[in-house]
């Protein structure tokens, strides 16, 4: 089983930027794909960028290309959501997960280790 750990969560302002971190141990030489999804009140978890472990096998949700870039440190077991041009609407609890396989899933039923959650706030 492999543990997950976020942080860099906080409030900031319309505009700004806040980086996540997600640090993983335990058995993580069986996840290479690692993902990032959030949840806004009211709202279902939805997929917010995924990593597999090459620059290849990177993807994001519509919403917040060009705005996040999401950062593996493979030798640091350790994933990174660079979020940019922060907007009210991308307030969320942000999750990280991971799944035993090299192929990205957009869907949260595919990965079976999850971390704890962070809180994102950004105000107008």
């Known amino acids: 089983q492999v543990q997950l750990v976020e942080s860099g969560g906080g409030l900031v302002q319309a505009g700004d930027s806040l980086r996540l971190s997600c640090a993983a141990s335990?058995?993580?030489?069986?996840?290479?794909?690692m993902a990032w999804f959030r949840q806004a009140p009211g709202k279902e978890r939805e997929f917010v960028a995924a990593?597999?472990?090459?620059?290849?096998?990177?993807a994001y949700a519509d919403s917040v290309k060009g705005r996040f870039t999401c950062l593996r440190d493979n030798a640091k077991n350790t994933v990174y959501l660079q979020m940019n041009s922060l907007k009210p609407e991308d307030t969320a609890v942000y999750y990280c997960?991971?799944?035993?396989?090299?192929?990205?899933?957009?869907?949260?039923?595919?990965?079976?280790?999850w971390g704890q959650g962070t809180q994102v706030t950004v105000s107008s």
């Open positions: 997960a991971a799944r035993p396989t090299f192929v990205v899933s957009k869907t949260v039923a595919d990965y079976p280790s």
């Open positions: 335990g058995r993580t030489y069986s996840y290479y794909a």
């Open positions: 990593h597999g472990g090459s620059d290849s096998r990177i």
